[in-house]
C-alpha cells in the first residue's frame, strides 16, 4: 500500500475527504471479493456508487460479531493460496472467529505498529522488550514485532508472565520501552521489591499498555490501576494502545495522554447507539469500523461491542485525528443493576483500589426477578463483617450500590481467573 504518514497532521477537512478516497476502493473490493457483503449489497439493494461520503455509509446495514461466527467463511476475499497467518479473536465474548491474513495485510499491519509505536515518540534508538505473547493465535504479538522492525527499534520477544526472566533482559540489553500488559507492570514491580532490584533507576521508562484502562474515559487522569503504578515508579511514562484483531489498526496515545489516535489511512470509526445511530461527542458510542486496505478479511460497519468516548477536537501534538477514550466496557457485559448502568472495568477500578483484597472475580447472573445481580467473590486476609462492610460502602460511595461480597481462598479465586483456553486474565464471569 501507499504510504502516506503526514495525512494525520493536515486538516480534518483534508482526513475526511482522503478516507472517502479509501472507502471507495474498499467497497469496490467488498462488492467484487466478499461472499457475505456480495449477499447484503444485493439483499439491501445497496448501491456501491452511491456511497460516497463518511455520512453516506449509514445507508448500509452494520455487522455483528454474530454475523461473524455464522458466516465466518464468507467473508474471506482471498483464494487458500493467499493466506499466510491464521489467527483467532480473544473470544471474549462467544466463540473465538478465525481471521486470515495475506502478505500484503502482514505489511498494512507492521505500518500500523509502526505508526503507532511512531505516535509514542518510539524511534530506532529504543529498545523494545516485548512482555506479550507472540504465539497462541494472537495477531498483535507478531504486529508488535513487526512494526518496531519498520522502525528499526531493537526489540527482545521475551513473551508474557515470567518477571525473573523480563529482569534478566533488562539487564542484559538495557531496554527501555515495554509492550506490556498494565497488571504485569505491577507483578514485576513486587519481584523487583522482593529481589533488591532497583527498578526507578533501571533502563525500563516507558511502557506501551494493552487490555487494560490507565486512565479514566472522561478525563483521562490515571485510574487506580495507573496511580498504582505510578506512585511505585514515578519516571515510568504509560502509554495505551488499543486495538483488537477484528480493526487490525491501533488507536495509540501521544505524549499528550488524551486518547488513542486513529490511523486514517488504515481504519473509519463510527460510534453509535443502541440504534445504530451516530452518537455526539461527549456521549458513550460503540466502537463500529471499516478497515481500509485490508485484503484477507475485510469488515464494513462492523460493531466491535466496546463503548468509548471519542474527541476529535485537534491535538497538541499537532494530529487532527479522531481520539478515543478508554473503554469503559463491552457492550454484552453491561450491567442493569438496582437501576444503575455499569461496566465490569468500572467495578475492577473500585477492587484494585482495595489494598487488602489479593484477588478477586466479579460474577453477573439473572436473578428470579429477571434483574441483574452482582456477586464478588475475593480472597483477602481480612475476613471480617467490618471489611465486607467497608467494601460495601466504597462501592456505594463511587457506582452508588453495593454488590454481594463472598469470600473465597486466593488459590479458589486464581484458578478462575486462568481457564487454559484463555489468553487473558478472567476477572469477569457473565452467568445470565
Ligand atoms: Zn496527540
Known amino acids: 500500500m501507499t504510504r502516506y504518514p503526514e495525512i494525520q497532521f493536515e486538516s480534518k477537512e483534508a482526513i475526511k475527504s482522503f478516507q472517502e478516497e479509501k472507502l471507495k476502493i474498499a467497497l469496490k473490493y467488498l462488492s467484487e471479493n466478499s461472499k457475505f457483503y456480495q449477499k447484503m449489497f444485493v439483499e439491501h439493494r445497496i448501491d456501491i456508487n452511491g456511497i460516497n461520503t463518511l455520512l453516506d455509509l449509514q445507508k448500509i446495514p452494520v455487522t455483528t460479531k454474530q454475523d461473524l461466527q455464522l458466516y465466518n467463511a464468507d467473508f474471506i476475499c482471498v483464494p487458500k493460496d493467499e493466506i499466510i497467518d491464521y489467527v483467532t479473536t480473544s473470544g471474549t ?25 511512531s505516535t509514542t515518540g518510539c524511534t530506532r534508538e529504543d529498545v523494545l522488550q516485548l512482555m506479550t505473547t507472540i504465539d497462541r493465535r494472537f495477531m498483535a504479538g507478531l504486529a508488535y514485532f513487526m512494526g518496531a522492525r519498520e522502525l528499526g527499534m531493537g526489540v527482545a520477544r521475551v513473551g508474557n508472565g515470567m518477571p525473573e526472566l523480563q529482569w534478566d533482559t533488562i539487564g542484559r540489553i538495557n531496554s527501555n520501552c ?34 487494560e484502562a490507565l486512565r479514566t474515559p472522561d478525563t483521562f487522569e490515571l485510574n487506580t490501576l495507573g496511580k498504582k503504578i505510578h506512585e511505585k515508579w514515578p519516571n515510568m511514562k504509560l502509554y495505551s494502545t488499543y486495538a483488537s484483531t477484528e480493526m487490525q489498526s491501533s488507536f ?10 486513529l490511523q486514517p489511512e488504515l481504519i473509519i470509526v463510527e460510534f453509535l447507539d443502541d440504534n445504530n445511530q451516530p452518537v455526539p461527542e461527549g456521549e458513550p458510542g460503540e466502537v463500529t469500523i471499516t478497515n481500509l486496505g485490508v485484503t484477507g478479511m475485510p469488515l464494513l460497519r462492523f460493531k466491535t461491542g466496546d463503548v468509548c468516548y471519542h474527541y476529535t477536537d485537534s491535538c497538541k501534538c499537532g494530529r487532527n485525528t479522531t481520539r478515543l477514550s478508554s473503554i469503559l466496557g463491552r457492550k454484552g457485559q453491561m450491567i442493569k443493576f438496582k437501576g444503575t448502568t455499569l461496566y465490569p472495568p468500572a467495578l475492577f477500578d473500585i477492587l484494585d483500589n482495595i489494598q487488602d483484597i489479593h484477588n478477586y472475580v466479579v460474577e453477573v ?66 452467568l445470565r
Open 252 to 261: 495509540t496515545d501521544c505524549e499528550h495522554f488524551c486518547g488513542g489516535h
Open 93 to 117: 465474548l462467544g466463540e473465538p472467529v478465525t481471521f486470515v491474513l495475506t502478505d500484503k495485510d502482514l505489511d498494512r499491519l507492521s505500518y500500523n505498529e509502526f505508526l503507532s509505536f
Open 178 to 211: 515495554g509492550m506490556i500488559v498494565p497488571s504485569f507492570l505491577m507483578k514485576l514491580i513486587d519481584f523487583a521489591e522482593k529481589n533488591g532490584i532497583d527498578y526507578n533507576n533501571s533502563t525500563l521508562q516507558k511502557c506501551i499498555c494493552i487490555g
Open 365 to 430: 447472573y439473572t436473578n428470579d426477578l429477571g434483574t441483574d445481580e452482582i456477586l464478588v467473590r475475593l480472597s483477602s486476609s481480612l475476613q471480617t463483617k467490618e471489611f465486607e462492610k467497608s467494601v460495601k460502602d466504597l462501592f456505594r460511595s463511587k457506582v452508588r450500590v453495593a454488590p454481594t461480597i463472598r469470600f473465597e481462598s486466593a488459590e479458589y479465586i486464581s484458578k478462575v481467573q486462568q481457564p487454559p483456553t484463555s489468553r487473558k486474565l478472567v476477572k469477569f464471569i457473565d
